[in-house]
């Protein structure tokens, strides 16, 4: 075992492992992807491709490629929260993605998160639902604005899912 550790000493050999450059360049092509997807759904220059980028989204079912996006994107997130209702997938195995979105101090990413959420046609994991509404009702507590009907109507959409 000892005679392997020094084949994989930098200072010894160089050590190419087999197959990784097909997996940087796959990285990069999903990197890629991102970028253009973002750029597509938040420039104002794209809006005519809007509508044809969400039909290829939802035919593609590419809802884990615009989660991505959104964790990847910090501007204009509000935007690709909002493609993801107006891409028609459904998003119910991202719930407590979107519970934490919906409990984001940015009104307009609050809104679409919540948006998303209603839309979510289930099956529901019965804990993660529970804890959902656990989160919101201790956020609820925290706030003294409009956000707090947001949040109110959020837990009541939540326990539609139990």
């Not at 493609?83 to 028609?88: D, I, L």
């Not at 307009?108 to 919101?136: D, K, R, W, Y």
């Amino acid at each position: 075992m000892e005679d392997f550790k020094k084949y994989f000493d930098n200072k010894e050999y160089v050590t190419k492992i087999v197959g990784a450059e097909e997996e940087e360049a796959n990285l990069t092509i999903a990197n890629d992807k991102i970028t253009s997807l973002i750029q597509l759904l938040t420039l104002s220059e794209n809006r005519d491709f809007k509508e044809e980028t969400l039909l290829i989204l939802k035919k593609e079912k590419a809802g884990d490629l615009l989660i991505t996006a959104i964790k990847k994107t910090k501007k204009n997130k509000h935007i690709l929260v909002a493609a993801c209702w107006e891409s028609e997938i459904d998003f119910s195995k991202h719930l407590p993605f979107f519970i934490a979105l919906a409990l984001d101090t940015d009104y307009l990413v609050s809104l679409e998160a919540i948006t998303v959420i209603s839309t979510m046609a289930g099956p529901f994991n019965p804990n993660e639902v529970n804890e959902a509404i656990q989160s919101v009702k201790e956020e609820q507590k925290k706030l003294n604005s409009e956000r707090v009907v947001l949040l109110n109507d959020l837990a009541v959409t939540l326990e539609g899912f139990l």
